[in-house]
């Protein structure tokens, strides 16, 4: 533990985001990432690593276009490869003026989104998909996925090779304050001096804060499983997902399907999982054959979920911010329900432009703290609520 140098800025958490962020300030300041485990050890390793981030923040477009700036040319740095494959919205009549509507408003912003009916999707990907439930979809070109671990260990040692030190296995029990200012953190009994501290530590930024600033989040737990199908999946076959089920699916480089969701709310803040619930075994195998042609006889390969819980934000969207009434100095960076991996690129921008004063480009006040009026943990989310319950 090095507690005898002074940074610039101590970055509390090295999973995705804390390791974009350092990357992001790396070139111009001294900057420490603490990490209680292990760099990209816990949730973002296990994410399915989708990109498809206009879909998921309708409202925010300069900051979904600077992430798909931003994975489009970080392509092949490193070990890093972003897939590119269009991504599906599936929608029911119930929900087609929605789709149609969503299509139109994302076109008219820049990107590349249309709504096609179910006929047009059988035409496009023929044999992949089941559309009998559904009149149509809105497709997003500008999709696709990556690797998250890889992804993370990638900004990590560009982080690295621009001066940046991890110390792993060091838990940060408090933020240090002089005169209303941020000075440092404590680390087993020691103090480590700094002038801005970043908490990218997901939901346990609440309780990390709580002495300072109320931080409305919640720990929610993701689940996913790979089948073993007897079909192959063309280079075309898409990212696909409905409101219906509330599960997402892609095919992998292997030849396996993919699937994801049956989230709920971690009651037990820090309950370690490692399996996924039955009731989400269940809801893959009776759902996943009517959404996909040709995977009668697939099989459970592997499953995974969120170990300890993801961070849930009332309205599913990042807090990005150095709060008022906070200390100077104190930055949030809590990416939410819509994922670190798709958010990275941009709330490590904003967050550096919190701490340098630079103009970022896009707005960063939408994701500020100010934006709730209720900053308790007892809220409910739409990305969360109504899924699959645990069943132990």
């Known amino acids: 533990m090095d507690s005898t140098n002074a940074y610039d800025v101590i970055v509390v958490g090295g999973g995705v985001i804390g390791c974009a962020v350092a990357r992001e300030l790396a070139p ?7 990490e209680a485990g292990s760099a990209g050890g816990e949730a973002s390793p296990k994410a399915s690593g989708l990109m498809a981030i206009v879909a998921d923040l309708p409202e925010y477009p300069a900051a979904a276009r600077h992430a798909l700036e931003f994975f489009k040319s970080y392509d092949g740095t490193g070990q890093f490869e972003f897939t590119s494959r269009s991504a599906i919205h599936l929608v029911t009549a119930e929900e087609e003026s929605w789709g149609r509507e969503h299509a139109a408003t994302k076109a008219a912003q820049g990107f590349d989104v249309t709504y096609l ?15 009998d439930q559904f009149v149509g979809g809105v ?36 933020i240090v304050i002089e005169d209303g ?8 009994g020691a103090t480590i001096a700094a002038d801005h501290v970043v908490c990218a530590t997901g939901w346990r930024t609440r ?49 396996d399907l993919h699937v994801g969701g049956g989230t709920y709310f971690v009651e037990d803040s820090g309950d370690v999982r490692s399996t996924i619930t039955e009731s989400f075994r269940n809801a893959v195998a009776t759902t996943i054959g009517e959404r996909v042609q040709n995977i009668e006889d697939a099989r459970f390969k592997s499953e995974d979920c969120c170990p300890t819980g993801d961070a849930a934000t009332p309205d599913d969207h990042p807090i990005i911010d150095a709060p008022d009434g906070a200390p100077d100095g104190l930055v949030v960076a809590i990416t939410g329900p819509v994922g670190g991996i798709m958010c990275s690129p941009f709330v490590s921008t904003a967050v ?33 609520t109504g899924l699959q319950a645990p069943q132990r």
């Not at 009916?117 to 559309?131: D, S």
């Not at 993701?222 to 509330?246: A, H, M, Y």
């Not at 709730?372 to 943990?377: C, M, V």
Request: contains cysteine.
């Open 207 to 255: 309780e990390l804060l709580s002495e300072f600033v109320e931080v409305p989040v919640r720990p929610f737990r993701w689940q996913t499983v790979n089948l073993e199908v007897g079909r192959e999946f063309g280079e075309e076959f898409p990212i696909c997902w409905d409101r219906q089920s509330r599960m997402y699916w892609r095919p992998e480089h292997n030849g």
């Open 352 to 384: 550096r432009s919190i701490v340098t004063e630079e103009t970022a480009p896009f707005p960063v006040e939408p994701f500020s703290l100010d934006r709730f009026e209720d900053l308790s943990a007892e809220f409910e989310c739409d990305y969360v």
């Open 28 to 34: 111009d300041h001294d900057v420490l990432v603490l």
């Open 181 to 188: 200012s941020v000075t440092g953190v404590r680390v087993e």
């Open 139 to 174: 497709e997003f070109s500008q999709s696709g996925w990556l690797d998250p671990y890889t992804y993370t260990m990638t900004l990590k040692s560009e982080a690295e090779d621009e001066g940046v030190r991890y110390e792993t296995g060091t838990e940060v029990t408090d």
């Open 117 to 131: 009916t179910a006929a047009e999707i059988e035409n496009r990907y023929p044999g992949a998909l089941v559309l």
